[in-house]
């Protein structure tokens, strides 16, 4: 053959081979990493004790003997430690009369510490930013949060910038999502994504069981995180995203009123909770499994599903002895489950409904005990549980679960690229989780409440 057909038949095999290559070398720039990221604490003077939280309720006029014996029993069971951290407000006497200003404030404080060590630890400049993702359902400012952020930080004039607000306790993954997919279209992009939730204007003063509850379990924190589809940091990021799946079942009705922020007959603004929130959650769960099972698990696990599943309907069927269901096996395809610190309830749930052990569902109950519920952020403070225990091996994959207003349960799986295990926000107090007991203080301190009778002349007071 001469040298001309050769030519002729190799330039077309060899473009071929060319938009192959390029093919797969983009889709490689298309991957989501985490660079680092840092839970917020704040200071102790913020702490939210036994004592400060008698203090609060002690000065609520609006509590009758029947809301202090539900409070009572809802601080006990919820799950928290007496370290978790509130509004600057409540230690202020003023949760009634709240400002924008306290609320700017209290974002601002979370958002120049836990930036600012990320931004040193990792060695990116502001400059370097691409895009900033910013997340605080319950706070919507003008100029928006994000452009405080900008501001203080002198960010570029081209930054991609997204201010969600409304968007609840799974907000992060969903900040996480927005970010995932500018980086489909764009190559060497940082990402700076920040979630937190605003409790200054929203700390509930009235007499509703139903907006109480949220007092008990809400409490202050924030994370920054860096991501990044640069190539050329590959090799220093802590976590690779596998997958991200989001369910919404906003048009159910039931769904969509059983979280939301509203005003009680009295006109207090506050956060409703209602009883059928965990039939709504069950079912948004159900079915974010139903689409991330298939991806996150092995095809071994599926096949075995699947079959005993149809020999359990064959059974069912020719009338023999009804025998338990078949169940999957998550941890075939997960080694650590990083799951939303809603309350104790949803722990619980979750940890029923997977099969899973106290020590998977440790790093969940610690950060609840330790830190409280602290809406979308909480995820986080979870994961860096995980790392300060040194549970975090490189190719171990993380399943994170979260469930928000709308209702939404979003969940995602992590890949660890490298072994980690810094501190992060539970440095100082690691070796002292978990602790011997969770018991709360609250009941030692004010069970007396239990065993009044009269509320006509009821005063509460803390017992010696």
Known sequence: MDPLTVLLFSVPVIYLIFLIWKRFDDRRDRDCY????????????????TEHSGAIIR????????????????VVNAGIGEQTYGPRIVFEG??????????????????????GKLLDRTGIQPSEIDVLVVNVSMLASVPSLAAHIINH??????IKVFNLSGMGCSASLISVDVA???FKSHKNVNALVVTSESLSPNWYTGNDKSMILSNCLFRSGGCAMLLTNKRALKERAMFKLKCLVRTHHGAWDDSYGCCIQT??????LG??????LPKAATRAFVDNLRVITPMILPL???LRYGIFTLLHKLRNGSGKVDAPKPTINFRTGVDHFCIHTGGKAVIDGIGNNLKLTQYELEPARMTLHRFGNTSASSLWYVLAYMEAKKRLKKGDRVLMISFGAGFKCNSCLWEVVRDIGSGNAWEDCIDSYPPKTLVNPFMEKYGWINFEEDGTNFKFVQSS
């Open 94 to 115: 003023r949760e009634e009369k709240p400002t924008i200003k306290d609320s700017i404030l209290e974002m601002e404080e979370f958002f120049y510490d836990s930036i």
């Open 34 to 49: 985490i660079l680092d990221y840092e839970c917020h604490k704040p200071s102790d003077d913020r702490k939210l004790t």
């Open 59 to 74: 000065r609520n006029t609006n509590l009758g003997l029947l809301e202090c014996k539900f409070l009572l029993k809802a």
């Open 153 to 158: 930080y002198k960010l570029r004039e081209d």
């Open 300 to 302: 071994r696990e599926l």
């Open 263 to 268: 005003e009680d007959e009295e006109g207090r």
């Open 271 to 276: 956060f409703h909770l209602a009883k059928n």
């Open 180 to 182: 995932r997919n500018i």
